[in-house]
């Protein structure tokens, strides 16, 4: 009996084995993992920044509370991204993970080509963008805010990774 040509529509048969950037990830990030992620990271800043802000004077006439003056607060936001920067810049170096992102397993990656973001793309397109709009008096928060909603959108990238080209991706498990 003759044997047929192969069919040129038909799917492969056998998986061909995954490329180190295919391996590197399965595809974008939970919203809850993106999520926890993020208060793990809020959550280890508060612990060193508010008695930091104590010990500065910020919270003085406690409960009456009121905004700092511009310059005082763009200071205080400098010495926020300066310890994002000693918290996390070694892991964003490394892995472009920050704590969080390394304890629930998803990464920062270029979205062009799945590879992890190189340190000066997450720290000056991704970070300091969105500390610079949050210091915009009275639209700030809202802005950032927005920034963050865009998660809930089909490609689960929040304007901070579309400024930058990044993606935030699961892990892979290690084969």
């Known amino acids: 009996m003759a044997q047929s040509a192969p069919n040129p529509y038909q799917p492969p048969t056998a998986l061909e084995p995954k490329t180190d950037s295919e391996r590197a990830y399965d595809g974008s990030a939970s919203r809850m993992s993106r999520f926890w992620a993020a208060m793990i990271d809020a959550v280890l800043a ?57 304890t629930m397993n998803i990464q920062i ?28 008096p009275y639209v700030g928060t809202f802005l950032v805010l927005v920034d963050v909603l865009f998660i809930f959108r089909k490609g689960r990238r929040c304007v901070h990774d579309h400024i930058a080209g990044t993606r935030v991706v699961k892990l892979a498990r290690s084969e």
């Open 46 to 102: 508060l612990i060193i920044f508010v008695p930091l802000q104590y010990w500065g004077g910020v919270y003085r006439d406690f409960p009456k509370v009121s905004a700092l003056p511009f310059l005082q607060s763009l200071l205080w936001a400098l010495a926020g991204f300066a310890l994002t920067l000693v918290l996390h810049g070694t892991f964003l170096a490394r892995s472009a993970q920050t704590i969080g992102k390394k």
């Open 109 to 136: 990656v270029n979205a062009s080509d799945g590879k992890p973001a190189a340190f000066g793309t997450i720290v000056l397109r991704r970070l300091l963008p969105e500390a610079a709009v949050a210091q915009i």
